[in-house]
């Protein structure tokens, strides 16, 4: 037979093997990745719940105000747990038991004495008090105090809070609700006044302040307390930290195909698809802009080059909800021949939503209406002490090969 057939039978042949090997654009277009071992379990019930009334004077406003949202919210924590202590947090960090219903707080507005919310040293001794089982719950108007060099103290609060919280242990949770009641500042014969770092004071007056309870205890029984937020504690937000597995959250691995690296189709867009861990599911349900490209970024690192953040406009975000949240991450841009790497990284970050309710600057009017001064670095400082330097929520990786 002569040679030239046999070789350009076998270059046929080649070509064929090749040609079918080469997936579909159906089937190379689409990479999925999973998640294992992610390890959130929940405590069946919480036997005590210990609740810690800030006693500061501005908690006076809320308690005049006969507005029964105020003793409705303490009430329900009475249907969260077998049993539950009250105290107040007064001057000198000074601990009173309450024994009186919730009902009648309004008559001991006296031990409201003005005692100083210095929360880098109350939440460290809650965390201490805390333990499986108990949850301390801390009834707060969420404003930091300072006796002097405010914005100084802002810088330093949030590195001294996650310190302070840090010695006590890394098993704690917390969970941070907001709420709001009437807070009438003029009702009682010292009207409440904000004296801010010029100490120039200011009336507190407004219909609907916010405040705020931190629940803090071991991750299972926070998680607890999640399982009944919606039923039974019903806040206008929610935040938690220190419930997630990061162990496992970062370790998002493909699938399906389950070849690796993934010979995708340079000629389509390459979508990039997970079902994220249940716990998910609270941000998608309540701070949806979470789940958009300015939390969500991506990255393409090829094989033996350097990892490249891709643009907004690189990528677009599909998320929809079933009994967990979908993401798909579709890829506009062809990253190009060769064979690389492509990380999805969900951010840990403070919604929006819970931004807006915190001020910087103590003098100004905002505070006065609807803000709480410092809230923001509250919140970092738990979320630092809780969920440590993970910056990350969740971590996907996809390997490919063009």
């Known amino acids: 037979m002569n040679k030239k057939i046999i070789f350009g039978a076998i270059g046929i042949l080649i070509a064929i093997v090749i040609a079918l090997s080469w997936p579909t654009s159906t089937e190379e277009s689409v990479i999925y990745a999973k998640f294992d071992n992610v390890n959130e379990s929940v405590s069946e019930n919480i036997s005590t719940i210990d609740v810690y009334f800030d006693a500061s004077t501005s908690m006076k406003a809320y308690l005049v105000s006969d507005d029964g949202r105020f003793c409705g919210k303490i009430s329900n924590l009475y249907r ?41 040293l109350l939440i460290p001794y809650l965390c201490q008090k805390s333990k499986r089982g108990k949850v301390c719950a801390f009834v707060t108007d969420g404003i930091l105090y300072f006796n002097k060099n405010t914005f100084k103290g802002l ?33 009682i014969s010292k009207r409440i006044c904000y004296f801010d770092m010029n100490d120039k004071p200011t009336i507190l007056e407004e219909k ?21 937020e919606s039923e039974l504690l019903n806040p206008e937000k929610a935040l938690y930290f220190g419930i997630h597995d990061f162990s496992n959250h970062t370790k998002g691995k493909q699938f399906k195909p389950d070849t690796s690296p993934v010979l995708v189709n340079p000629n389509s867009p390459l979508t990039l698809s997970t079902t994220l861990p249940q716990c998910m599911s609270f941000l998608y349900d ?26 907004e406009n690189e990528y677009t975000i599909n ?27 969900v951010e840990n970050t403070i919604p929006y939503e819970w931004k807006v309710l915190s001020i910087e600057n103590d003098s100004s009017i905002e505070l006065h209406k609807d803000r709480t001064f410092g809230l923001e670095n509250l919140i970092n400082g738990i979320k630092l002490a809780a969920d440590g330097p993970n910056t990350s929520l969740v971590t996907i990786y996809f390997d490919y090969r063009f």
């Open 208 to 228: 609907n302040r916010p405040y705020y309870i931190i629940f803090i205890g071991t991750p299972k029984d926070i998680r607890r307390i999640k399982t009944l």
């Open 80 to 120: 969260c747990a077998d049993s539950i202590n009250m105290y107040f947090l007064k001057t000198g960090n000074n601990i009173e038991p309450f024994k009186d219903r919730i009902a009648n707080i309004s008559n001991y507005i006296s031990k409201f004495d003005g005692g100083d919310t210095q929360f880098d």
């Open 286 to 311: 309540n701070y949806k802009s979470y789940f958009s490209v300015n939390n969500i970024k991506v990255y393409l690192t090829p094989i033996g080059g350097a990892a490249k953040k891709l643009s």
């Open 155 to 187: 810088d330093e609060f949030e590195n001294t809070l996650a310190k302070a919280i840090g010695n006590e242990g890394n098993d704690k949770a917390f969970a941070i609700y907001n709420y709001s009641a009437n807070f009438m500042g003029n009702n």
């Open 319 to 345: 998320v929809s909800k079933g009994t967990a949240v979908n993401l798909d991450i579709i890829l506009a841009a062809n990253p190009g021949r060769g064979q690389g790497q492509v990380k999805v990284v």
